[in-house]
């Protein structure tokens, strides 16, 4: 890890007094995770404790052995039994779950424990403020919510998809969570147990892999699922284009969903462009806000190891083009686009395929490679092939996440806003120990010439723009505070225009103490305004207090040189942790 820790950093900073911190609340929350059971204490309990009776005892909600507490047990069949009690020898005797990167006992902890059960729409509580006109539509956040209580390995990725969506209509809200009903979450809602080995911790060495790829050819020859039909958990992030909602994840198809009149969110299924798109596709598509057009890849353990395509502003996808001098496979999670160009990172996390080295070396077969030197691709955003994309080594250069990308001096200059990853070893086993520098990155095209200057100290991610200038020169950016990651603990409003050698942090809001947040969104006043200043609008995002228990919805002045809360939005549950999110306004929500 770099030197100086995160945490020096954020010490630094003065914590406002917070609206986050509520009166008691008859409906406080009490989590606990081990190997057995997740409680949560009902309001009933709490009405005992305050009438000056004694407490009753909790209730016993999920167990290991239990596959959801507010549903019927489907019927067990012989082979479900025997499968359950091979994956038990295996997760017990082959592959335990040692490290705490894949231990729900600390994954599953504090506010990252699932909630255990959907909510339907549910009317909300405004504490403060008023929610502004602007915000008419919906806030919808994505983040993993496993289905079952892990009785393996777990990674803080591979929890099923789950939507917290705040809809809002003429000052009113309501909250609805709603899994993302893929075929993974309904194979294994009819089963009754998990079925789909986890991505990120399933396949974890030679023996666990060759334990659970046995399994799972014996599930697939048993008739238990089908991996033709996808086996993604759309758990990562959400779109808006071509006059759809999509939910998302990399390694499936997107999921097409949709906002119901009363807040409600239906999956309508998973999704393939009239059949244009037969594999998957990233979780992080960017659509030019001027043109229409929608830009995206997928990436694989095969060649070509990176695909670049998009899709017209009606919606009709292009054909791909395959990035063959990207000669290894890689993780790209993320890429960001400029009017004439895209921008891809490969970093040192690789798709490790020689099982030597998973022999040697054991770990999981996606992982960090210190002997890579990190590389930018960019190619023209109209490619025909890739024998347009020039490569740049850019050593220490490592980004999960892109912000924003232009083009400087008639296109022969490319700037990149990311947060690089100081110590990449930790991102998948330790994200604790990461810390995260928002960099300016000036790719010369002609010269070949790439310089790097520091935006802030902070460790940042998570970091958003106004919409409206994607792929354009934009200044301003909005980024949360890790305290650690994968804990936030505020959120900084960065100046890009300001000198190379300056913080450019102007603004900032701390939460308070036992608060977290998550990524913020920006939500402009006014939507149809081609000349309103980039940063009139609003700053959102889902707070939750540790400490009381309670989950809030944050409404943020963008323009105030505190991020001033103009409105609060008392949760009628808690909202866990979670990854990306979208605003998605009333006159698009019609068109769905």
């Not at 119901?260 to 598509?285: V, Y």
């Not at 025909?384 to 994309?389: A, H, I, K, T």
């Not at 300001?498 to 939507?527: I, L, N, Q, S």
Request: aromatic share 8%; net charge neutral; hydrophobic share 35%.
């Amino acid at each position: 890890m770099d030197s100086v820790s995160s945490s020096f950093f954020i010490s630094t900073l003065s914590p406002k007094p917070s609206l986050l911190r509520p009166r008691p609340s008859s409906s406080r929350l009490s989590l606990r995770i081990n190997s057995a059971v997740l409680q949560e204490r009902s309001s009933i309990s709490n009405q005992s404790e305050d009438n000056g009776h004694p407490p009753s005892k909790p209730k016993k909600l999920y167990t290991t052995s239990v596959s959801s507490p507010t549903k019927l047990q489907p019927e067990t069949t012989l082979a479900t039994a025997l499968f359950t009690a091979v994956e038990d020898v295996i997760n017990t005797f082959i592959d335990p779950p040692s490290r705490p990167s894949v231990d729900p006992k600390h994954v599953l902890s504090d506010n990252f424990a699932p909630v255990l059960n959907e909510l339907p729409p549910t009317e909300c509580e405004i504490i403060h403020g008023s929610l502004p006109p602007s915000l008419d539509g919906a806030y919808i956040r994505n983040g993993p919510n496993p289905q079952f209580l892990p009785r393996g390995p777990y990674h803080l990725f591979d929890g099923d998809g789950m939507h917290h969506a705040i809809r809002i209509r003429n000052g009113k809200a309501t909250l609805c969570s709603r899994y993302v009903k893929t075929y993974k979450y309904n194979v294994e809602k009819q089963t009754g147990a998990p079925v789909i080995p986890n991505v990120f911790s399933g396949f974890n060495g030679v023996p666990a892999s060759i334990a659970r790829g046995a399994l799972t050819a014996l599930r697939v020859l048993a008739g238990q699922y089908n991996p033709a039909n996808g086996i993604g958990l759309a758990n990562t992030s959400l779109a808006f284009f071509c006059d759809r909602l999509f939910a998302l994840g990399e390694s499936d198809l997107p999921y097409s969903v949709r906002l119901t009149d009363t807040g409600d969110i239906e999956t309508i299924g998973r999704f393939d462009f009239g059949g244009k798109l037969a594999m998957s596709m990233t979780a992080h598509p960017k659509t030019d806000p001027q043109t229409g057009e929608t830009f995206a890849f997928r990436y694989g353990p095969v060649p070509p190891f990176l695909t670049f395509f998009r899709f017209d502003s009606t919606g009709k996808k292009q054909r791909d083009v395959p990035v063959y001098s990207l000669t290894s496979p890689s993780f790209v999670h993320d890429f960001a686009i400029t009017k004439r160009h895209a921008i891809f990172a490969e970093i040192q996390i690789v798709m490790r395929m020689n099982v030597m080295d998973l022999v040697l070396e054991g770990g999981s077969p996606v992982a960090a490679d210190n002997r890579k030197t990190p590389r930018l691709g960019v190619i023209p955003r109209y490619a025909g092939n890739d024998s347009e994309m020039k490569w740049f080594e850019v050593p220490g250069f490592n980004i999960i996440h892109a912000i924003n990308a232009w083009d400087e001096d008639d296109g022969n200059t490319v700037v990149l806003i990311a947060p690089n990853i100081m110590s990449i070893e930790h991102a998948l086993e330790r994200m604790d120990l990461v810390h995260s520098l928002v960099e300016k990155v000036k790719i010369d095209l002609v010269n070949r010439i790439v310089t790097r200057h520091p935006i802030s100290l902070r460790n940042l991610d998570f970091a958003v723009i106004n919409p409206a200038f994607l792929g354009r020169r934009s200044r301003y950016v909005y980024a949360a505070i890790g305290d650690p990651m994968p804990k936030i603990s505020g959120v900084v409003k960065l100046d890009v225009s300001k000198g190379d050698r300056d913080d450019c942090t102007v603004a900032r809001r701390m939460y308070g103490p036992g608060c977290y947040g998550g990524e913020p969104f920006f939500v402009a006043r006014d939507h149809g305004d081609p000349e309103a200043e980039e940063d009139d609008g609003y700053v959102v995002t889902y707070v939750h207090d540790e400490v009381s228990g309670e989950s809030k919805f944050l409404v943020m002045d963008a323009k105030s040189p505190e991020l001033e809360i103009v409105a609060a939005v008392r949760l009628p549950r808690r909202v866990p942790y979670g990854f990306h999110g979208l605003f998605v306004k009333e006159s698009d929500i019609c068109k769905l």
